[in-house]
Nanobody, 123 residues
Framework: QVQLVESGGGSVQAGGSLRLSCAASGIRYSYYFMGWFRQAPGKEREGVAAIRTGDATTYYADSVKGRFTISRDNAKNTVYLQMNSLKPEDTATYYC????????????????WGQGTQVTVSS
């Protein structure tokens, strides 16, 4: 059974940092893409960052390039999202997802999802 468990959300002031973690189990980790997505109230879920776990190729939304970094620890089956220079518009529920995809930032392509973790950035 596939399970993705996120942690690390919280509240921070603008300009601050947070690191999210996603621990994966039940999948053949190195063959998957792992992605971070977010959804703010009243908005569609959007791709933030993704990583191809086999070779660590990364993908980022334009809105987070230069501020967020996705990484993975294959030994721990864990993916991280380091978020720096946070802005109020980054406020959302952040979800981890896993799948074998062709468009790494498209939510609909992912098969497995975590429960989400809230990130709130105040101005």
């Amino acid at each position: 059974q596939v399970q993705l468990v996120e942690s690390g959300g919280g509240s921070v002031q603008a300009g601050g940092s947070l690191r999210l973690s996603c621990a994966a189990s039940g999948i053949r980790y190195s063959y998957y893409f792992m992605g971070w997505f977010r959804q703010a109230p009243g908005k569609e879920r959007e791709g933030v960052a993704a990583i191809r776990t086999g070779d660590a190729t990364t993908y980022y939304a334009d809105s987070v390039k230069g501020r967020f970094t996705i990484s993975r620890d294959n030994a721990k089956n864990t993916v991280y999202l380091q978020m720096n220079s946070l802005k109020p518009e980054d406020t959302a529920t952040y979800y981890c997802a896993a799948g074998i995809v062709t468009m790494p930032l498209r939510p609909a392509q992912y098969n497995y999802w975590g429960q989400g973790t809230q990130v709130t950035v105040s101005s």
